[in-house]
């Protein structure tokens, strides 16, 4: 079957994926066409409400996203951590503090995905746990306009660490030591139930199962020696 795949057939694969996601996923993508060049893909990037939508519609063969609902008829399997973090300009002045409460951040601006997102709706349901209420926030509706918001100074991030790994090993963006973070979440392969996947579905799927993890960087290493103690109390 393999061997079929990877000669002159291809065949056609729909992926849709979180637009978190995608940072690590286009890398996977590259390497999995590596090995069936003959594949036609189409890959699409959008929130976690637009791949619902996908699913219900039955547009696409496969989905990387976060834990879809019970409530839908889903077959889905977690393939890996997603910590969401809170992220700092390099300046601010709450850099390297060690243990920052929740409540010391209440004054803050933070920059907030948009209504939809998986990784809004986790934060949400996180501060609201917690009885935490954020008095200033912003509204963006991309993972890439809350880094450089970030950045230029508009205010502190919350974003998966996926997102941002190339502006921590920049020094652009950093970490912030904050209690009961990174808010811990997993990624999952979903299709809908009974959907008869194709080969090359399948064979997508396979590869995300057992290579995925080597297109993220560890996180403990992107968070820092000095940071570990504060993913380890997860
Ligand atoms: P999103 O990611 O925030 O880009 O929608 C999906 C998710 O985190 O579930």
Redesign the pocket.
């Known amino acids: 079957l393999i061997e079929e795949l990877k000669g002159t057939e291809g065949g056609r694969l729909v992926v849709a994926v ?4 995608h940072y690590f996923a286009i890398r996977l993508l590259a390497d999995f066409c590596k090995s069936y060049p003959k594949v036609r893909v189409n890959f699409k990037v959008t ?2 409400q637009g791949l619902l939508r996908m699913l219900e519609d039955n547009e696409v063969d496969t989905v990387l ?2 834990r879809p609902p019970e409530e839908l008829d889903l077959v889905a399997e977690a393939f890996m951590d ?1 910590p969401l973090v809170i992220i700092a300009p390099a300046g601010h002045p709450r850099v390297g503090e060690k243990g920052i409460r929740l409540e010391d951040l209440r004054n803050e601006t933070f920059l907030m ?1 948009e209504q939809g ?4 709706n ?1 934060v949400e349901r996180f501060f609201a746990e917690r009885g935490v209420r954020i008095v200033a926030s912003m509204e963006m509706n991309t ?1 890439g306009a809350i880094k450089q918001g970030v950045e230029v100074g508009l205010g502190l991030g919350l974003v ?1 660490i996926h997102t941002v790994e190339r502006e921590l090993a920049d020094g652009r963006v950093v970490i912030l030591d904050v209690e009961a973070f990174p808010i811990m ?1 997993q990624w999952y392969i979903v299709h809908r139930a009974g959907k008869r996947l194709t080969a090359t579905a399948t064979a997508f799927e396979d590869f995300v199962r057992s290579e995925a993890q080597r297109f993220v960087a560890p996180f403990n290493a992107i968070l820092g020696a000095g940071q570990e103690a504060a993913l380890g109390a997860v």
Do not use: E, L, P, Y
Not at 18 to 21: G, I, L, N
Not at 117 to 120: D, K, V
């Open positions: 979180a637009s978190t996601v929130n976690r996203m976060g997603n995905r997102s998986g990784t809004r986790s993972n998966s979440r």
